[in-house]
């Protein structure tokens, strides 16, 4: 085995690097790392990664970090199924919504999800307005591409898609959280005010990758 994937369960840049691994079929070993542990921040890793943070690939001589850079390496060594966009306009399309979604859309939804699922909860909830009327400016993004389209960057998959999962569950987990929202800060159930994105949540579920990068820590 020649590749191998650092992770952390749960970590919504490593879930992505590790669906495109699962939907390519790339043989890779998998290295999860415990954060509770600080295993990011050994020396051993930081050779690695030097900033400390998952996911990194190491593939053969070649060692990257950044899921975006990850992705695309992926693409480069195999191919099929082509992720990235087979023209100059549809893989240009790809990276455009996988940069909206890291600049803008992610930190619009840590707003919501860091003090949700990573504190003790305590936080009130008018602090969070700002993060959730953002959040729902960016899903409403999405929900108006997937009214046009099957897919949120093409007419088909793309890395987009694997991008976006991560996000969209770790909004449903905050939103679960009933005894800090009672209406699921407005995203659950999704198909009430966004049918797009549940119908594409669906379309995606379906695709076997998904179950296998499904964070482990999650399944308990
Ligand atoms: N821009 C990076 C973000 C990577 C990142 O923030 N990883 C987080 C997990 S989601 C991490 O490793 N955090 C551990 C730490 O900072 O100690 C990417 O796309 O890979």
Redesign the pocket.
């Known amino acids: 085995m020649t590749t191998t994937l650092y992770w952390?369960s749960g970590?919504?840049?490593?879930w992505r690097a590790m669906l495109v691994l699962e939907h390519k079929g790339i043989k890779y070993e998998s290295q999860r790392l415990d954060?509770s542990k600080?295993e990011?921040?050994t020396a051993e890793f930081l050779a690695i990664n030097p900033r400390?943070?998952?996911?990194a690939l190491r593939d053969k001589d070649t060692t990257i970090?950044?899921?975006?850079a990850?992705m695309e390496y992926l693409e480069r060594i195999k191919p099929e199924p082509n992720l990235f966009g087979s023209s100059a306009s549809e893989s240009a399309a790809v990276k455009q919504c996988i940069c909206e979604l890291?600049n803008y859309t992610l930190r619009a939804l840590m707003g919501i999800v860091q003090p949700v699922l990573f504190t003790d909860g305590t936080q009130a909830l008018p602090d969070m307005k700002d993060a959730i009327v953002e959040s729902h400016r960016e899903f409403q993004f999405m929900e108006d591409r997937l009214a046009s389209s099957d897919y949120l960057a093409s007419d088909r998959l793309t890395a987009a898609d694997f991008a976006f999962v991560p996000a969209l569950e770790y909004v449903l987990r905050a939103a679960d959280k009933q005894q800090i929202s009672e209406d699921g800060f407005g995203f659950s159930p999704l198909g009430e005010r966004y049918p797009n994105i549940a119908a594409w949540q669906g379309r995606m579920s379906t695709i076997p990758a998904l179950a296998k990068a499904y964070p482990p820590h999650w399944r308990d």
């Open positions: 952390i970590s919504p840049f490593a954060a600080e990011q921040k400390g943070k998952v996911p970090y950044e899921s975006l990850i890291d």
